[in-house]
């Protein structure tokens, strides 16, 4: 079938996908020392995916969503996101993008202390310049959606570390973005926390088929997830799909 539309210049259309690294590098030079963080790297992940990045400590797992996140650029290599080049961009257009299309989750969650739980999670929409009502609706539905619609006024420090892992989700996804990174978002939590706060994100991924890149230690974190891809020094040594 593929080879009679071929034939025919009727090729399927692919999907194009949220991310694609090809043959990437990342080295970080200390003196006269080149370390080599990441190497070989060719990496597609598709619209829904749910995709657990594990290796030990060290391996490259930051680097790797940093790149993906624009927040760092390859040595060589290139990254690709929705089809554009992410190095080939202007700052103010990547951070629009970034701004726009991907929420990020961190292990020590990274509130801003002095806003309340509300103005967190409102905070990209204010940067996206949405209109007030429109934001105060969404980041409601944000909050019940996480179970915190009743904390809504406190301070980050009046909630428990699971709660403020809730929070960040919040904030990550009230944008709706086309990709969340989290980079261990339960490496900061008891297991049992973790577990729910994993649930939590495997139910999102499933309901909005928003795609998810979470870089974990965590066994918990492989089961929930569609595909594990595995780094040892900063090569893939494993990948599910
Ligand atoms: N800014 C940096 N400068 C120099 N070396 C770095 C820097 N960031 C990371 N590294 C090194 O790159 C390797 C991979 O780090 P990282 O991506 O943080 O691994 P992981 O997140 O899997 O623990 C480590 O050896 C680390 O020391
Ligand atoms: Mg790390």
Redesign the pocket.
């Known amino acids: 079938m593929a080879a009679e539309n071929e034939r025919h210049g009727l090729a399927q259309a692919r999907p194009i996908p949220v991310v694609r690294l090809a043959g990437i590098e990342k080295s ?1 030079r ?1 003196g006269r020392i080149n ?1 080599i ?1 990441l190497e070989d790297i060719d990496l597609e992940i598709t619209r829904g995916e749910f995709v657990a990045l594990c ?10 969503l940093n790149l993906v996140g624009g927040i760092d650029h390859p040595t060589s290599g290139s990254v690709h996101f929705l089809g554009q080049e992410l190095a080939s961009m202007g700052d103010t257009d990547l951070s629009r993008l970034r701004a726009r299309e991907i929420g990020f989750i961190f292990q020590f969650f990274n509130l801003l202390p002095v806003m309340s739980v509300f103005d967190n999670v409102a905070y990209p929409l204010m940067l996206l310049g949405k209109a007030k009502s429109q934001a105060r609706h969404d980041v409601f539905a944000m909050l019940e959606r996480v179970g915190l619609r009743d904390h809504w006024q406190k301070r980050p420090a009046e909630l428990s570390g699971g709660q403020q892992q809730r929070v960040a989700i919040a904030r990550a996804l009230v944008k709706k973005p086309t990709l969340i990174v989290a ?1 261990e978002p339960t490496g900061n939590l008891d297991s049992e926390t973790g577990l729910s706060i994993l649930d939590l994100m495997k139910e999102i991924n499933a309901e909005s088929s928003t795609t998810l890149l979470v ?1 974990t230690h965590s066994e918990f974190v492989k089961d929930r997830a569609s595909r594990v891809v595995e ?1 040892k020094d ?1 090569r893939v040594i494993h990948d599910s799909k």
């Open positions: 970080y200390a370390f963080a290796g030990q400590s060290g391996s490259g797992k930051s680097t790797l980079d870089s780094l900063g």
